[in-house]
């Protein structure tokens, strides 16, 4: 064979070369793009911008309210254009501050699934999207909607004050208090049990406005944290439950769950195990959202008894120890923010109690119900039935205990009872003693699950403490509520206000500009009260007067008592005589008293 050989040439490359290159046709010159006209300024500078404005806006009005040459004298309890709202006044219509507040935290609410929740970013990650906090066009427009509460406030020319004391001196009538005193029956008993969870207006008690819109944003918070739990959850579960195959099956089998030889049933049996977790879940937010509407009306109920109790002085219904019923810094602080704490407090309680009510719907359903009907994994059942003589031998031992002694070691003699087989008792007392630490074991774990559970429901309150009564000033939320009040009762106390409403009646009465007007609608003639009405007219004041003096709520607020007295020696509005001085002075006080009330009426009556 010839055997030849193949010689390779090698590649030159030029790199004056641009045959490839060369187009001999006429390149077309590109064809120009002209973008959409978009006249909206960026988010970024929109936002600076809007924020600046407002800022501005703001000093201004500062400026002109300072030197009270704008929006000046609105209302009694409004004077200036930087207070929409007499927030002490009770006489005051509170549907447009509620409406107003509601918007807000709707607003609020609504931001939460925003896609950009924060004003000056874009593209907010999805790990911290928690709500717009801070948007200077949006508060802009709340401010200007809330100013537009300048409306006219009644206050102490409101009817209101002294028909509630009225209703505190008038006396009740003898067959009302005679049918208090009957013993209820069952029936009743069982009656009042739903009634006292259902808030019942009565006519002559007025909610103040702070803790009016209180109640109605926590409503509003209410409704909105349902919505946000239902949109956050349930779209997500009909995804998985859409997305659910034959593939599912291999993944349990790799847990070593195995449901069925079938991978057609095992998608069927998960897809209804899916459906049961969508169940369990609305099942569980409803329960939550019906608790959190009992407790708001229960805690309307007690916001009543409370301001009652604190107008007629009773401190200790709402305090542990003795306390002083003024105005303070951190009263001030906790007044301010009620509203706020009221609705943050409903919405984590709401979230918490959700997620609980789930786990027991899930525990209710998937450990016993389901069991039932389709008759495998019985787990708990099977537990309860190897356990079966422990639990008839603590029932056996705690009804053995009942029935001794009720027959046994007690005797009744002459209408009273006293303990009788005292050596039976004491040797009953050692043989029991290891059954009872068992019993003992399981009162422990019930009065857990019990507390957890009474923690929870009543989490979203703030007008009960979850704590011990000798602890509740370290639950954060009761000690705002319980310092909110004392400046609602300190600054808006009907039977002072009642009073400051006499006295300026008196005033106008006197004076020459109501004389003028009474004589120009009488036609010139001497008005004078009849015979009848003087003594009715002057018992009414003077029981007005001794309420005044005597309440120890008002105490506090009298001006000689604010000067000379000190907190150490004024709690709970009353002073204490105890001292470190003799008795003997203790004595000589109250006699120094009327001679000095007398000699500066001496005085005043000279001075007139």
């Avoid at 590109?30 to 988010?43: G, N, S, Y």
């Avoid at 020319?157 to 509630?164: G, I, L, N």
Wanted: glycine residues 4%; aromatic residues 10%; charged residues 20%.
């Amino acid at each position: 064979m010839n055997n030849t050989k193949v010689e390779f040439e090698p590649f030159e490359y030029s790199y004056y070369d641009y045959s490839d290159w060369y187009n001999p046709e006429p390149t077309k010159p590109p064809k120009e793009v002209i973008l959409p006209c978009d006249p909206t300024a960026d988010d970024k500078l929109f936002n600076i911008c809007m924020l600046s404005i407002s800022l501005v806006v703001v000093l201004i009005l500062a400026v002109l309210t300072r030197k009270n040459k704008f929006c000046q004298g609105f209302t009694r309890g409004s004077s200036s254009i930087f207070s929409p709202a007499n927030f002490l006044d009770q006489t005051q219509e509170k549907g447009l501050v509620m409406a107003v507040f509601g918007l807000v935290f709707s607003k609020l609410a609504m931001l939460v699934i925003a896609p950009d929740p924060l004003p000056f970013s874009k593209d907010t990650p999805a790990d911290i999207k928690g709500g717009r906090l801070i948007n200077p066009e949006e508060i802009n427009m709340k401010i200007t909607k809330t100013f537009h509460l300048l409306f006219c406030s009644q206050d102490l020319d409101s009817s209101y004050y002294t028909e509630y004391v009225k209703s505190l001196l008038k006396k009740r009538s003898s067959a009302a208090s005679s049918s208090s005193t009957d013993k209820p029956t069952i029936a009743e008993r069982i009656l009042e049990v739903p009634k006292s969870y259902i808030y019942v207006p009565e006519k002559v008690f007025r909610f103040p406005i702070k803790l009016a819109v209180s109640a109605f944003v926590a409503f509003v918070a209410i409704y909105h944290t349902a919505l946000l739990l239902i949109v956050l959850v349930v779209p997500t579960l009909h995804i998985v439950r859409a997305g659910i195959d034959e593939n599912i099956a291999f993944l349990l089998l790799g847990f070593g769950i195995i449901l069925s030889d079938d991978r057609m049933e095992v998608v069927r049996i998960v897809t209804f195990y899916t459906w049961l977790l969508e169940v369990c879940y609305i099942c569980a937010m409803t329960l939550s959202c019906l608790v959190s509407l009992v407790m708001l009306m229960k805690s309307m109920i007690l916001h009543r008894s409370n301001l009652k109790g604190l107008y007629k002085g009773d401190v200790y219904s709402i305090y542990n120890s003795q306390k002083t019923i003024r105005p303070s810094k951190p009263g001030i602080v906790c007044w301010m923010g009620l509203t706020g704490y009221q609705a943050a407090i409903v919405c984590l309680g709401m979230a918490v109690q959700t997620v609980v009510f789930f786990i027991c719907f899930l525990f209710l359903v998937f450990l016993i119900i389901i069991p039932v009907f389709y008759g495998r994994n019985i787990i708990v059942f099977e537990i309860a039935g190897k356990a079966w003589p422990a639990w008839v031998t603590l029932l056996l031992v705690t009804a053995l205990q009942h029935v001794t002694a009720k027959f046994a070691f007690i005797k009744k003699e002459a209408g009273t009872r006293d303990l009788n087989n005292r050596e039976s008792l004491f040797l009953l007392t050692y043989l029991l003693f290891l059954v009872n630490t068992l019993v003992g074991l399981v009162v422990a774990i019930w009065r857990m699950v019990i507390t957890a559970l009474y923690n929870i429901v009543h989490l979203g309150r703030i007008d009960i403490s979850l704590l011990h009564r000798t602890a509740e000033s370290y639950d954060p939320a009761y000690r705002y509520y319980t310092h909110s009040l004392k400046v609602e009762v300190s600054q808006s106390h009907p039977v002072m206000k009642a009073f400051c409403g006499l006295l300026l009646d008196m005033m106008v009465e006197g004076g020459r500009v109501g004389q003028k007007i009474r004589d120009a609608e009488e036609g010139i003639q001497e008005n004078r009260p009849s015979k009848a009405s003087s003594p009715r007219r002057i018992r009414a004041r003077w029981q007005l007067l001794y309420t005044l003096v005597n309440n120890p709520s008002l105490l506090g607020s009298r001006k000689h008592f604010q000067t000379l007295q000190t907190s150490e020696n004024a709690l709970n509005g009353t002073p204490n005589h105890s001292s470190k001085k003799g008795s003997k002075k203790e004595a000589d006080k109250p006699a120094a008293e009327p001679v000095e009330s007398t000699e500066t009426a001496a005085d005043q009556d000279k001075t007139d």
